[in-house]
């Protein structure tokens, strides 16, 4: 079965410095997406990052990177030069395959609560 | 740019009541997904449709049922509401194919008392 294992229930970094939130993930299936979501306090889930499993290169948008190690099946979220803004829970998350009519609904990890200190 | 519209934003209802969340996806998305997200935990997901026909069921009690209209807005039904059902519900949608990222409505906060 697919899991999603975020190690990292808080993190605090200091403002304008760069923080890594790690994500590990757990499938037998080569073909997968990964994603990052953040939660600030107010509620809704905003899209970051999306990495595929056969993409050579990390994804980038913005202060966001994803650190996709393959082999070690991680896919770290890289924020560089934090910002107060950035205060808020991130989600790392898993699509499964879209196989057999399948949608492929999104497997999400715990969570770590990111705060930013100015 | 159009996002994922839920109504309503707040809900209080009683036990044993009944609740109806409506979704609307950004248009042209035609793949909605709904998912509960209790106090201090991650998004469970719920259900999916894809054309107006499920395509995905998860932990979704009984008690719930959900369907997508022929305008691809979709509505989460929940009857004999329970205290645990208090929640956090997303509306999610995409556009099909591949792994294209699902945009999250704002949520529907509700609460049972």
């Known amino acids: 079965a697919q899991k999603i294992t975020q190690t990292q229930p808080g993190m605090f970094v200091q403002e304008k410095e760069a923080v890594t939130l790690d994500c590990t993930y757990d499938?037998?299936?080569?073909?997968?997406?990964l994603f990052w979501y953040k939660q600030p306090s107010s509620g809704e889930m905003i899209f970051l990052i999306y990495?595929?499993?056969?993409?050579?290169q990390n994804a980038t948008e913005g202060r966001y990177s994803l650190n996709f190690q393959k082999a070690r099946k991680s896919a770290n979220l890289v924020i560089s030069a934090s910002q107060l803004g950035d205060s808020a829970m991130y989600f790392c998350?898993?699509?499964?395959?879209?196989?057999?009519?399948?949608?492929?609904?999104?497997?999400f990890g715990k969570g770590t609560k990111l705060s930013v200190k100015p | 740019a159009a996002g994922v519209i839920q109504s309503p934003r707040h809900l209080i209802k009683e036990k044993r009541e009944t609740a109806t969340l409506k979704c609307y996806p950004i248009?042209?998305?035609?793949?909605v997904y709904w998912y509960q997200q209790g106090p201090g935990q991650d998004p469970q997901f719920l259900i999916s449709?894809?054309?107006?026909?499920?395509?995905d069921k998860g932990s979704i009690p009984d008690r719930f049922s959900a369907q997508q209209f022929s305008d691809y807005h979709s509505e989460l039904n929940m009857s004999s509401l329970e205290l645990g059902d208090s929640a956090l519900y997303f509306c999610?949608?995409?556009?099909?194919?591949?792994?294209?990222?699902?945009?999250f409505g704002q949520g529907t906060r509700l609460t049972v008392v």
């Open positions: 999610a949608s995409r556009l099909p194919g591949g792994y294209t990222e699902a945009f």
């Open positions: 499938t037998s299936d080569p073909s997968y997406g």
């Open positions: 990495q595929g499993s056969y993409d050579q």
């Open positions: 998350a898993m699509r499964e395959p879209n196989y057999g009519g399948s949608q492929g609904n999104l497997i």
């Open positions: 248009p042209r998305h035609d793949t």
């Open positions: 449709f894809y054309e107006k026909m499920q395509s």
